[in-house]
């Protein structure tokens, strides 16, 4: 009789993290300087509540949403909705598991 290996699953808090951690890096890789909020116990570390990551370089500011792939995105509408300012973008990074990349879903 053979037994079945489990696959080990990784929280979801633990999860989101790699996720972010592979946009950060993709992102300095690029030249932007990256600032991503510091870890809070008790409260939501998101910047104004919708945002991961803020990233910035001489032409940019990117404020970034980083999500796994999901049917539901669930922050998109209120990002989209936002007032448009010029030379900023908002963005929802949706990382996808098996091929191992970001999908960008930008205002512009």
């Known amino acids: 009789m053979k037994l079945a290996k489990k696959k080990k699953k990784i ?16 992102l300095k890789r690029e030249k932007f300087l ?13 910047i104004f509540g919708l945002f991961d ?3 910035l370089n001489r032409k ?7 999500q796994m792939d999901r049917k539901r995105k669930y922050k998109a509408g209120r990002i989209f909705k936002l007032p448009v300012a010029r030379k900023i973008s908002y963005e929802l990074w949706v990382y996808d598991s098996k091929s191992k990349k970001f999908t960008i879903y930008r205002n512009l």
């Open 11 to 26: 929280q979801r808090r633990k999860r989101g993290q790699r996720v972010e951690k592979l946009a950060f890096d993709k």
């Open 34 to 46: 990256v600032w991503k909020p510091a870890k809070v116990r008790f409260h939501s570390q998101d």
């Open 53 to 55: 990551i803020i990233a």
């Open 60 to 66: 940019e500011l990117r404020l970034i949403q980083v």
